[in-house]
């Protein structure tokens, strides 16, 4: 297959880039690497149309100076293009989360991610967050939703801190294959991966639900954790920024979830919030 790689350079940054990754996904766009100016972007090539950035309504804001250029990319030059992308990341001291090109580091929790097409590398402050949460907290026998998974980097770790069993989902095709080969790739047995939205939710319970989307769908998804978490269950949440943070616990709190603590990273936030 074919891509285009677009390179959207963003100013400012924040909240450019991410809002403009947002509604680039809406269109079809299915997979970001983000940079110091901005980011790159891939769409397949039979997937763009003319005329499909004029549906962008922040590429025509008078908010934000973008400048972008495209080319197009194979399939088979993909992994070279992460692999000039992708550095290791080091949580604490405890955890790397590494492709498999780099060399294994001496960590208790080693993480191999093939990320091909899919978000969720460690790289973004709301994964590196919600990787801090769960090396924080006691998984040992938890039964796990990963909401959004991505690239099933959060289920993963949750089951080497002894999870189990798990459920990772996402409503993107990439993600849930991805997802699927990378655990695989770590030999996890307890977790499994689901193509879908929350409507896969009905009638489930978790000791603990991990959602790393973003706050719109968060809050539109908020009183569905809350059905399916067992009694004094938690709920980790990223994908937003400090100045939602009132608005996301608000939404909690009118659902019997009860603010207990969040990380902040860059003006990003991933909360940790219990049942009552």
Request: glycine share 6%; aromatic share 10%; hydrophobic share 40%.
């Amino acid at each position: 297959m074919t891509y285009l790689e677009f390179d959207f350079k963003v100013k400012p940054l924040a909240p450019g880039s991410d809002i403009l990754i947002a509604q680039l996904g809406e269109v079809g766009f299915e997979s970001f690497i983000e940079h110091d100016s901005g980011f790159l972007a891939y769409i397949p090539e039979k997937d763009f149309k003319d005329g499909l950035l004029k549906e962008i309504q922040l590429l025509s804001s008078s908010d934000f100076e973008i400048d972008w250029s495209s080319k197009t990319i194979t399939q088979q030059n993909w992994n070279s293009e992460w692999e000039k992308n992708f550095h290791p990341i080091r949580v604490g001291n405890k955890c790397v989360v590494r492709a498999p090109f780099h060399e294994k580091e001496d960590v208790e929790y080693d993480i191999v991610i093939e990320p091909k097409m899919s978000f969720g590398t460690g790289h973004h402050e709301t994964t590196h967050m919600m990787l801090e949460h769960i090396l924080n907290h006691d998984f040992k026998n938890k039964s796990v939703l990963d909401m959004g998974c991505g690239t099933g980097i959060l289920a993963i770790l949750a089951e080497m801190r002894g999870a189990n069993p798990i459920e990772a989902i996402d409503i993107d095709n990439w993600c849930y294959l991805n997802s699927i080969e990378n655990v695989e790739r770590n030999n996890c047995t307890h977790i499994k991966v689901y193509e879908g939205n929350s409507a896969l939710l009905e009638g489930k319970k978790f000791d603990v639900i991990i959602a790393n989307i973003n706050r719109n769908i968060l809050l539109d998804d908020i009183p569905k954790y809350e059905q399916c978490l067992n009694a004094t269950g938690l709920l980790f949440l990223s994908g937003f920024y400090k100045s939602d943070l009132d608005m996301i616990s608000s939404k909690c709190d009118a659902h019997s979830l009860q603010f207990n603590r969040n990380l902040e990273r860059n003006n990003w936030i991933a909360a940790v919030y219990r049942k009552r």
